[in-house]
């Protein structure tokens, strides 16, 4: 079929749903509606007139269609609640209420938001997580399930939708800042944590710190350190401890509160964004080989030969601290006797490259572009001359940019069957780095690797694995994905004289490799590039990162990008817009920026 995508962003749940029609031969064409509403609605008309479409399916929208689209074409919405559940803010709500089980409902548009013919649903647990962990996994599997269901239902053409999601609907009003508020001296660290979850990653929770209105985003249990409810206690892997009524949380990012007269602000790592006013504030490192129950962003694992180094950085971007700190990992784990090493094995991002909001916000954002992504080039490098042991990467959730090259410098690439892969640059003004060049056609050949970066389109995991990007797909829920990984690469190590082979033709193939061109000559001339692009002011690339994590409009970008694969038409719009969840509009007293401002967020492109 013809099937128009029409988004608020080219999000997470919008890139999947791109990537898995395109995979069953759906000719498609995404509108990203943006703007106010009269361009958005000339977006969508201009849109639907070019590309006739038998189908409407908006993974992710905001505003409401126009009377002559939905009354004129099948328009089928994805609501993030399960059928009966109608309001802006479902995922906040199943947090803060603590439901154990939640779901998606696909319905038809029609002239009431939520209101319209149910035409598919399918429910998902909730484990205690994030808002926007929860929406990129539990979240967007039952919303593929139940949307392919929908559109499986309407190419039949033979199935009338019954119920109504009006009858017997409850309708949740929008989750106001107010009802975020912690009081620090009475909530209890349950209550914190629930808090903090419902708003990661947009909007936050708004707070007072050290003299200013921030955004608190993300929070883990603290199970040692205690204090006065309310005081900053410890700094750790760029998070700031701070003490409940009855324990004390780690915060990962501030994210300042706009003043009239500012730019938009940036989230950021909380000791980045505090900088020298926590200056005398004590650190307390966990080493990642520590037993388990106290948090860090870092964590090494041994299980007889195998070795297992996860990682989880929030939105899945790598800051040049956070690439170093995961390279010391790294060689620890390396000087152990494993005979495979499992990089990754989590749920969620695994990685989505160098780390702009950082960029944005240091006070030479060129140098830092330069040594983030130096930083990064080294973990790249630390892994593909691995070669006294089998490394697999092990993405339980998406990746992009760098993040897919870090992966492919492994030896093998297994993935939970919902990841979606970007392996580009180009939506952000950029060349590449982290010895693509060699990896992507490596594994690809060359000319598959050219349109997957000249593209820049998502690919499902199931295409990765077509492609020869992925070599394993695991088909299971995010919460089991870490043991399957496990069990998985255990049968792999003792495989014997079979895995012992494998590391000695690994190791062959690296030294013929490096005897026809060095790493170093595939860095220096991907380098000469990314320096020529970092070091001028000029270049696209600083105008779009700002527009990205400042979530401005991003004039000039590149739109109306077109394809040529029998199976899509082409997108408008550019992919690198930040994640969202569901519709809604801004907190009372926010920043209204965009239309992506305060739900949850990609990090990088």
Not at 101 to 108: K, N
Not at 241 to 254: H, K, N, Q, Y
Not at 269 to 283: F, S, Y
Not at 338 to 350: A, E, M, P
Request: proline share 7%; net charge neutral.
């Amino acid at each position: 079929m013809r099937i128009l995508l029409v988004a608020s962003a080219f999000n997470s749940l919008t890139q999947r749903t791109f990537a898995e029609l395109a995979d069953r031969g759906h000719r498609l064409e995404v509108a990203v509606l943006a703007g106010d509403p009269a361009r958005r609605d000339r977006t969508l008309r201009a849109a639907v007139a070019r590309h006739r479409p038998d189908l409407v399916v908006a993974p992710m929208l905001k505003s409401a269609l126009p009377a002559d689209v939905w009354s004129g074409h099948t328009c089928l919405i994805v609501h993030p609640g399960p059928p009966g559940d109608r309001g802006p803010s479902s995922l906040d709500w199943a947090i803060e209420e603590g439901v154990r089980e939640w779901g998606v409902t696909v319905l038809q548009a029609n002239a009431e938001m939520d209101a319209g013919a149910v035409w598919a649903s399918a429910s998902c647990p909730v484990p205690p997580v994030g808002k926007s962990d929860l929406y990129r996994n539990e979240v967007s599997d039952a919303a593929l399930r139940a949307l392919l269901l929908a559109v499986g239902r309407y190419a039949a053409g033979d199935w009338e939708p019954g119920r109504q999601q009006a009858e017997a609907a409850v309708i949740r009003p929008y989750f106001e800042q107010v009802r975020r508020r912690i009081d620090w001296q009475h909530d209890p660290t349950e209550a914190v944590l629930r808090k903090l979850r419902a708003a990661a990653s947009q909007p936050g929770v708004l707070d007072q710190l050290l003299g200013r209105e921030w955004y608190l985003h993300g929070g883990h249990p603290e199970m040692e350190l205690r204090g006065t409810p309310g005081e900053l206690l410890a700094t750790r892997a760029g998070a700031v401890c701070r003490a409940t009524s009855d324990g004390a949380v780690w915060i990962p990012e501030l994210r300042a509160r706009r003043q009239p007269g500012e730019p938009p602000s940036v989230k950021l790592p909380a000791t980045v964004a505090l900088a020298d006013r926590i200056a005398e504030l004590p650190t307390s490192p966990v080493p990642p080989d520590a037993p388990d129950g106290r948090w860090r962003d870092i964590r090494y694992r041994e299980h007889g030969p195998v070795g297992v180094l996860s990682f989880a950085f929030p939105g899945g971007a790598m800051s040049t601290d956070q690439c170093r700190r995961l390279l010391a990992a790294y060689r620890q784990a390396c000087a152990r006797p494993t005979t495979v090493l499992v990089l990754g094995g989590d749920r969620d991002f695994f990685s989505n490259g160098i780390h702009l909001g950082v960029i944005e916000a240091a006070a030479d954002p060129a140098q830092e572009s330069w040594d983030n992504l130096n930083a990064m080039d080294d973990l790249v490098e630390a892994v593909l001359t691995t070669t006294d042991r089998l490394v697999v990467a092990a993405l339980g959730g998406n990746a992009a940019a760098g993040g897919v090259i870090l992966a492919l410098a492994a030896d093998q690439m297994w993935c939970r069957d919902g990841v979606v892969l970007n392996a580009h640059y180009r939506l952000m003004g950029l060349y590449g780095s982290e010895y693509w060049t060699y990896l992507l056609p490596r594994r690809v050949g060359a000319t598959t690797a050219t349109r997957l970066v000249d593209r820049a389109l998502p690919v499902s995991a199931a295409a990765a694995q077509r492609l020869g990007l992925a070599d394993e797909l695991l088909p299971c829920a995010p919460q089991d994905f870490a043991a399957a990984v496990l069990d998985r690469a255990v049968r792999l190590a003792t495989t014997g004289s079979v895995v012992t082979a494998r590391i000695a033709a690994k190791k062959a193939v690296r030294e013929a490799d490096e005897a026809v061109r060095p790493l170093a000559a595939y860095r220096a001339a991907e380098l000469e590039r990314m320096h020529r692009i970092f070091f001028d002011p000029a270049a696209p690339y600083h105008r779009l990162r700002r527009a990205f994590v400042r979530k401005e409009p991003q004039t000039g970008a590149p739109t109306g990008q077109r394809i040529s694969s029998p199976s899509v038409a082409g997108v408008t719009g550019l992919a690198a817009l930040g994640d969202a969840s569901e519709p809604g509009r801004p907190e009372a007293g926010e920043d209204t920026r965009s239309l992506v401002s305060h739900l949850p967020e990609e990090a990088t492109p």
